[in-house]
């Protein structure tokens, strides 16, 4: 059984992205993030291909655009080469400009393997796949916490709109409770809120959270697309710099950035009350960091697109932290998987981080 709070699926971070199938580049080797992206890119294409789900494997570059980032692309090819990467090339600049003439760089590292996918029509597919196979999703359903019974998880539910007035000032009766054999908090934005809501979870194995807002921007009236491949410039504090996807529709858009957002509480965040309203403001930080490797970006050619939030679980300057995944060898409790910090290569890693949970949870 599936509860989402929400009145129909994917309307949280999977719909919020770039829709990137990463190739398992820039994450420690050995680490959940770059096992499961390399797994999961696999798994994603063969489903995306065997279930008719849109995806191009367009490959990605990449690039320095000064000699200073050298050093930094080189550890990029070795990260991914120890990841398990194929076909990882670095080009020379007057190459990779050969293969894309609006592109200014130095040097770049190509990766055919990267890719796009329509993250809706996937979700569509997994969704019918699911209810296929016995799955029931129950939407408008919200998790409002648990407790602990005779070493059971008993999980408190509510119809999503009994909590539109609720503000955090009393403490909510579960209209529903249900006794799973396997209870996998998915939440996203939410898991570190609704875990702490779980009455018998140790609350020192919840780590404290972060949400970094990632704005995008389309660029109007382009007839052709200035890229083909999709353009990295070398990752930033917090994510992979604000880079150019495309969409299955040749659609082109740059982005995200990251703007650290210390404004939202536990019960906001266990609401899934964010912000995500793109300001046209931001669009002047875009064009520098842009022109650094389209030099020929014209002036007020970025509209405001949509945003997500990233689920973070590490803070600004702090050092990236690897997904979570919390079994009963964690905190003790049966029957409960907690998934914290799922942002980026999620998408890419979700089937793998299915058949990890299925090989390792499911009796
Ligand atoms: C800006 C940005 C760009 C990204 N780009 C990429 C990319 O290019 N490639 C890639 O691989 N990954 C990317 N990611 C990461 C990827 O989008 C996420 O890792 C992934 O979508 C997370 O999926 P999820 O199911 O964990 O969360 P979500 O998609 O947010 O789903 C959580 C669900 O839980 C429900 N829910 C919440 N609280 C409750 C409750 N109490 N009770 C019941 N239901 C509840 C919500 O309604 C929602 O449906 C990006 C993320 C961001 C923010």
């Known amino acids: 059984m599936v509860l989402d709070s929400a009145s129909t699926f994917g309307t949280g971070t999977s719909s919020r992205n770039s829709e990137v199938i990463h190739a398992g580049i820039y994450y420690p080797p050995g680490s959940l993030k770059a096992l499961f992206c390399v797994r999961g890119r696999e798994l994603l294409y063969k489903y995306c291909y065997e279930h008719g789900v849109p995806c191009k494997q367009t490959g990605k ?19 991914g080469t120890q990841n398990g990467v194929d076909s990882l090339k670095m080009l020379e600049g007057f190459e990779a400009m050969k293969m894309e003439p609006e592109l200014q760089c130095k040097k770049a590292l190509l990766s055919p393997v990267s890719g796009i996918v ?14 296929n ?3 029931t999703f129950s939407y408008n359903s919200t998790v409002i916490g648990g407790h602990l019974e ?19 000032d009393y403490p909510l ?12 908090n998915s ?39 200035p890229f083909e491949h999709l353009i990295y410039p070398i990752p930033e504090d917090g994510g992979l710099g604000v880079h150019v996807t495309l969409d299955l529709d040749g659609q082109l858009k740059f982005g995200p950035d990251v703007e650290w957002i210390d404004s939202i509480d536990d019960v906001s965040s266990f609401l899934n009350k964010y912000d995500y309203s793109v300001s046209a403001s931001r669009a002047e930080r875009f064009y520098p960091e842009i022109r650094k490797y389209y030099p020929n970006l014209k002036d007020g050619s970025l509209q405001p697109s949509y945003s997500g939030i990233r689920p973070k679980i590490s803070g600004p300057r702090q050092s990236p932290i690897d ?13 409960l ?14 089937m793998a981080i299915a058949e990890h949970i299925a090989s390792r949870f499911l009796k």
Request: charge should be negative; charged fraction near 15%.
């Open 323 to 335: 997904f979570v995944i919390q079994g009963e060898d964690i905190h003790g409790v049966p029957g």
């Open 337 to 350: 998987v907690n998934l914290f910090g799922i942002e980026s290569p999620g998408l890419t890693s979700s």
């Open 187 to 225: 939440a996203g934005l939410s898991s570190l809120a609704l875990a702490k809501r779980f009455h018998g979870l140790d609350s020192c194995i919840i780590p404290p959270g972060f949400f970094a807002r990632g704005c995008y921007f389309t660029l109007s009236s382009t007839k052709v697309p």
């Open 61 to 79: 570059l990449i690039v320095a655009t000064g000699p200073l980032e050298f050093s930094k692309l080189n550890e990029l090819m070795n990260r």
């Open 173 to 184: 009766q579960p209209e529903l409770v249900l006794v799973p054999n396997l209870v996998v």
């Open 133 to 135: 196979n016995g799955t």
């Open 150 to 168: 005779g070493n059971c998880l008993h999980l408190h539910i509510v119809e999503s709109k009994d909590l539109e007035n609720w503000n955090g």
């Open 118 to 131: 329509d993250s809706h029509s996937l979700m569509l597919s997994l969704v019918g796949e699911a209810e």
